[in-house]
């Protein structure tokens, strides 16, 4: 990579926002922009954009899809080029009659509801749907589209996040690899939170204070409304999870009159292995661990799965405060059941090993304008959003020392069991937040891995300031959201002058944890390199 290039921001604002509006309607504007035809204007005349004409709201219309935008809506635009309808449940190509909801002139966009195909695009396949409720909840949106053509759609996603939020010229971006893939594209969630409210109207205060009489709709929002679409079966959840909501729901339905307003329902997978008779099964990894939850705190039912050496058997807790525990690998984690732990056990396994494979700096190289960071071999992992330790457990082996800082007390607890579980020396964890991770680090920077995984919020500007301070030789860069990601990667890139210290990319990858939605993983991983500090030069002027 070049790095004589100018590294500008192009107007680029570290708090520009990064939330579904902005990025729907960073991809709205450039559709707008590639269909505006090239028309030369006189010197000195100012052209007065046109009102455009606009159908009345819940009129039906038929448009044509042009593409899918990051949010997982189609993109139709208007006949005359200067305004888009957004289609859920659409690809490119797709010729469909839709009903239309809201305008948003000066945004150039309307919101439309879906309501059938007339001639379908090529991509469009809707074999592939295996969920009766497609089209109308808001819960997934690409299952008509193939396995194959939702990853590469989720590569261009991480790619317009980078060009659209990041401001960095695109010789600093590296090429985005291919996405990597969940081994299951159904029956992978180990987590669903279906919910239920209380009707509206004038009787809610009264529904509220009596109590419920009737079973209200039990599982997620309509798309575009917000109505709650009854949902009887999941085919994203795991076996267990589905047979959980089935039970759940029966349970909600026999004891209505016990609630007085709507409920969130928690149902999460917990694993337990339960060894067979055999002298080669590894006393290390706790098989038959004792979760100690109560028979309230699950919904009862029982999967069992067999292999090699044991049988797994998962059950469906529905308590948030109650244990649930996940293997990756013969990697052992115990979490409160309502705090934060991935949702897709399936593509953990590849997922850890591509990180534990790149955790370690490769070889030095240098360029004319930089030299890049060649220091002792990296010995040490800061891990800060540690959660429950599913990176500083994973990769702990190949350091001398590892510490994991999160501001939840609860998860620092699941840690510390976790590491001592899994037998790991070595291994600290903090109750800490993550903004003030760096006032004490006990590990030097030139030998440190930093690995991050914040909220979708991304990292706010003191831990960005003081990750740069510290100089960290290299950065693991995890997000569920691939837009504030590329923002946070920005700062680092452009780094800090006064301290000589700035980023390399080394490389972009989004991973599909969700696959039949829009959502994607980011994995960025950064390099540390030096530059003249700002003084020096000032110094020999």
Do not use: W
Not at 7 to 14: D, I, L, P, V, W
Not at 236 to 262: C, F, M
Not at 292 to 310: A, F, L, M
């Amino acid at each position: 990579m070049n790095h004589s290039k100018k590294q500008k921001k192009s107007g680029f604002e570290r708090d520009k926002s990064t939330g579904f509006d902005e990025v729907l309607q960073a991809d709205i504007d450039k559709l707008i922009q590639k269909k505006e035809p090239e028309t030369d204007i006189p010197s000195g005349e100012v052209l007065t954009p046109t009102k455009p004409t606009l159908p009345e709201p819940f009129t039906e219309i038929e448009v044509t899809v042009s593409e899918i935008s990051s949010t997982g809506d189609g993109l139709a635009l208007s006949d005359n080029g200067d305004h888009v309808y957004v289609v859920p449940f659409t690809v490119p190509g797709d010729k469909v009659l839709v009903k239309v909801v809201r305008h948003f002139p000066v945004l150039k966009y309307t919101m439309a509801d879906f309501i059938k195909v007339i001639e379908p695009g090529q991509q469009r396949k809707d074999e592939m749907i295996g969920c009766k409720y497609f089209g109308e909840c808001s819960g997934c949106q690409l299952q008509m589209l193939s396995y194959e053509d939702q990853l590469a759609h989720k590569k261009r996603i991480v790619e317009k996040a980078y060009a659209n939020f990041s401001g960095l010229i695109p010789e600093l971006i590296p090429a985005i690899g291919d996405t990597f893939p969940s081994p299951l594209q159904y029956g992978y969630r180990t987590k669903l939170t279906p919910h239920f409210s209380v009707p509206g109207g004038r009787s809610r205060k009264h529904k509220e204070s009596q109590g419920l009489t009737e079973v209200p709709p039990i599982g997620y929002t309509y798309k575009n409304q917000r109505r709650d679409l009854d949902i009887e079966d999941c085919p994203l959840g795991t076996d267990v999870i589905r047979e959980g909501l089935k039970s759940e729901r029966k349970k909600v339905a026999q004891n209505i009159h016990k609630y007085k307003k709507g409920a969130t329902i928690l149902l999460r997978e917990t694993t337990a292995r339960i060894p067979k008779d055999d002298p080669n099964i590894n006393p290390a990894i706790p098989v038959n661990y004792d979760l100690q939850n109560t028979p309230e705190q699950e919904s009862g039912d029982i999967i069992r799965v067999k292999h090699d050496n044991y049988t797994e058997e998962k059950r469906c807790v529905t308590d948030p405060n109650a244990v649930s525990v996940e293997y990756v690998d013969d990697y052992f984690f115990s979490n409160k059941a309502g705090a934060f732990f991935q949702n897709n056990n399936s593509i953990l396994s590849g997922f850890t090993e591509y990180i534990r494979q790149r955790a370690l700096a490769p070889p030095s190289s240098s360029s004319s304008s930089s030299t890049s960071t060649a220091a002792s071999p990296i010995k040490y992992l800061l891990d800060a959003y540690s959660g429950s330790g599913l990176f500083t457990i994973t990769l702990s082996p190949l350091f001398k020392s590892s510490l994991g800082v999160d501001v939840a007390g609860d998860s620092i607890v699941s840690a510390r069991q976790n590491a001592r579980i899994n037998r790991l020396r070595n291994t600290g964890f903090a109750a800490a937040d993550a903004t003030t991770l760096f006032a004490d680090v006990p590990y030097p920077s030139d030998q440190t891995l930093l690995v991050i995984d914040p909220p979708r919020k991304g990292c706010s500007e003191d831990f960005l300031r003081q990750m740069l301070e510290y100089g960290p030789r290299r950065v693991v860069y995890v997000s569920c959201n691939v837009h504030t990601q590329a923002r946070d990667v920005a700062v680092m890139v452009q780094g800090n002058e006064k301290l000589g210290v700035r980023y390399d990319i080394e490389s972009i990858r989004g991973f599909d944890f969700f696959p039949q939605t829009g959502h994607v993983e980011g994995v960025a991983i950064l390099n540390k390199v030096t530059i003249p500090k700002a003084v020096a030069k000032e110094e020999k002027a």
